[in-house]
């Protein structure tokens, strides 16, 4: 190679990439890259002016923290730009010139040695090649570098930046203090310090730098996979994309084809429709115009016999003029006759493969939707869940009763915005059984009745929807003495009784069966209340503690949590958490699962009485109070929302209420314990009705089941039970 296109090699290697001229005073960022000092510090004047506080490599936009200072003079220099400038220097007439190393004149270097690793200027070259020590030294004149000069002038030794030590070469590696030394600064700064020889060190750290740059290239190969299959990659999903767009296109254009066919189909019906209706239209006017002309003709000469008056043709024609009138006026009144209903309806039915969709067809029908009706009790008042329906009458446009399997009847029945199923029975003679069941009370329920596009008269109808009656199925006898909690298993269809005095829960099956029967050894273990997981494990208040049964009360262990206190009440979420209240806190707790993470406390906002009972239901507690008389409702964060019913004994009033249950219409039941009655709630708090008892007879514990079933344990002192349904 050229040495002068070495030199333009060099001087590329040698450039700042912000400023694109040759290096000055270089600085190394983190990332190895170099700059100029006096770049890097405008580039970190530009950032602080957008009051950033990082800047990013130029090169490689990697984010670094900007100095406290003002420059970034603190970075380490590069050594081997450094080098590059002063070896540039020696080819380049723009660049500061390396000056004479031997005298003080500061001299500009024309000659070097590659003996003493020094530069000379003209006179002190000549003297260096005078003296016997250095005669035989090898000196080059700079303008005369070849190719292989310059690139030993690149690995020349480096000299010892000690102040007096200029002309001693670096040749040591001090151990401890982690710098290269001359021999000076072994004896004046480094005596008694480990220290190896430069090149032994250097050895050294290129194995580990060997072994740094093996890692980076087996990370960098891994990286390159990554890309090559992150491309591969993006190319399929270009594909499937692409793929996709033309199926999207193919799709689309065989839609097209089939709603054109569909069009075309539904305009000869159209067209058929049309004509029948014109044919229709033709007889009706020929017919008219028939019976028309015939009375004109008739009138005509019975007022030319009257006009000539001559009493023999009078008397003659009288007789038949009479008869051939009133034939012709007691024929059949012609009615306007209505013509038939004719539209397209469109198919509102999810049809998962849209190319076998048929978008809607075409209604042809005599039916008038002015003429037919609806009646019957379903139309008038219905109750929660029992089932209510009202008949429909489709009738022509004469009012008689008709049918046409093409009429299309649309029953929408709803509450507010929520929308309610109804079963259409199709008689197939003109008359249609419309039946549905109210899932939860409202003052009223609206139901509107289309028929082809049309509402019938009185559409829409407002439907009052009554509280559902509970009736009593099974009524048992005594539980035992003091039943103070009580549950209703789906997995099991048992019934669980803490039987308090007694000190033991028993179990049952839905026929007031005997089953099972767990016996608590202390009366400081009395079970307040019982409940069962989504799996049929039965959970037990007893004492202080939170005990774990199997569906055949065996025990499984006393389940441990981390809030202290003394449990009464516990109910288990449909997600499975247990909701505890206790005797002498006010605060109500929710567990996980199984009992062993405290997941929420809270507590009611100015209130200073302990809670009875909680239930979880639709995202929101519902907590009993006894001395405050109300249901109060939080939030799933525990954030109060409103309370439920005020002290008192009249309708929606509460005293003393006890336990909380839901009902599978979405009801709240409270216990309402000293009025003697259980009283249903909407979740909103509105008073739905009341069951009365027998003044003693106050109810204690309460159970729902999904089927409908409410089981209700009255009379503390003399349990029984009775099952609602």
Known sequence: MDVRELFRNLKKEAECPLCLETVKDPKTLPCLHSFCLVCLDKHALYARQQLQTTIKCPVCLTCFQMPEGD???????????????????????????QTCSSCEENNT????????????????AKFHSKMKISRHHRSVLIQNLKTQD?????HRPVMCGEKYHEK????????????????????????????????????????????????????????????????????????????????????IDELIRIFKEHEMTMAAK???????????????????????????????????????????EILQTQQTLIQRCEILLNKEEVNVKKPMYVNYVTNEKDVKDLRQAVPGRVVVSWTDSSKSVAEGKGLEEAEVGREANFTITTKDSKGKQCYNESDQLAITIKTGEERMENAIQDKKNGEYTVTYAPHHCADEHTVIITLNGQRLTG??????????????????GSFGHGVQGIAFSEVSKTIAVADSTNCRVQLFDTNATFLYEFQFNQHENRPTSVAFTSTGDVVVVHGCRISLFTERLRFIECIAHAHAGNPQNLSVACDGRMIVTYLYNKAVTVLSPDGTELLLTFTAPDCHVSPCSAVYHRNMFFVSYQKAHCIKVFNEEGVFLYDIGTKGSGDGQLHCPSRLAIDKFNNLIVCDKNNSRLQFFTLGGKFVNSTLTRQFNRPCAIATSNSGYVIVTYDVKNAHVKVFH
Request: with cysteine.
């Open 459 to 476: 559409s829409p109808w407002c439907v009052q929807v009554y509280p559902y009656q509970y009736k009593t199925a099974i009524h048992y």
């Open 168 to 251: 001693e070469t670096l040749e040591y590696y001090c151990q401890e203090c982690k710098v290269c030394i001359c021999h000076k600064c072994v004896i004046l700064n480094h005596n008694r310090h480990a220290m190896v020889d430069i090149r032994e060190a250097a050895e050294e750290q290129k194995m580990q730098i060997t072994e740094v740059v093996e890692q980076a290239k087996i990370k960098i190969a891994h990286f390159e996979m990554q890309v090559a299959r992150e491309t591969e990659l993006f190319n399929k999903s270009r594909e499937d994309t692409q793929a996709a767009r033309d199926k999207v296109r193919t799709t």
């Open 71 to 97: 420059t970034f003079g603190g970075l380490p220099t590069s050594f081997h730009l450094n080098r590059l400038v002063d070896v540039l220097a020696l080819g380049d007439d723009n660049l500061l010139s």
């Open 109 to 124: 270097a024309t000659c070097y040695c590659f003996d003493c690793s020094d530069f000379f200027c003209d006179v002190c």
């Open 150 to 154: 310059v690139e030993e002038l690149m």
């Open 270 to 312: 159209l067209d058929e429709a049309d004509e029948e209706r014109q044919r229709c239209h033709t007889e009706q006017q020929e017919r008219v115009q028939s019976l028309a002309t015939q009375l004109k003709s008739s009138v005509e000469y019975c007022e030319a016999v009257l006009q000539r008056n001559l009493s023999f």
